[in-house]
């Protein structure tokens, strides 16, 4: 059984705009604080915007203020619209529990590919 579907990617010019979603079927989903996660080629997985069960939001500086992450805990699905796109924003795109360490059985989903190029 799929459990975490992430959705949306694509390819986008500089500047443009894309909106993840991401559908979470684990029973930890409303009680937990989530985040999305990025892995470009050749570098480690990174954190980049984070939300708790109550709606309180952080991000990494490089996106601040052209990405937000929002999440419908009735739904099990979380999202992060993304605008005025840079290529340095390639890369595979993740959603899981916020902190890592909590990930139960270190269970990732395939992630969805965003690329920024012209």
């Known amino acids: 059984q799929v459990q975490l579907v992430e959705s949306g990617g694509g390819l986008v010019q500089p500047g443009g705009s894309l909106r993840l979603s991401c559908t979470d079927s684990?029973?930890?989903?409303?009680?937990?604080?989530m985040g999305w996660y990025r892995q470009a080629p050749g570098k480690q997985r990174e954190l980049v915007a984070l939300?708790?069960?109550?709606?309180?939001?952080n991000y990494i500086d490089s996106v601040k203020g052209r990405f937000t992450i929002s999440r419908d805990n009735a739904q099990n699905t979380m999202y992060l619209q993304m605008n005025s796109l840079k290529p340095e924003d390639t890369a595979v795109y993740y959603c899981?529990?916020?902190?890592?360490?909590?990930?139960?059985?270190?269970?990732w989903g395939q992630g969805t590919q965003v690329t920024v190029s012209s």
């Open positions: 684990r029973n930890i989903f409303s009680i937990s604080a």
């Open positions: 899981n529990v916020w902190p890592p360490h909590l990930i139960p059985y270190d269970y």
């Open positions: 939300i708790t069960s109550s709606g309180s939001t």
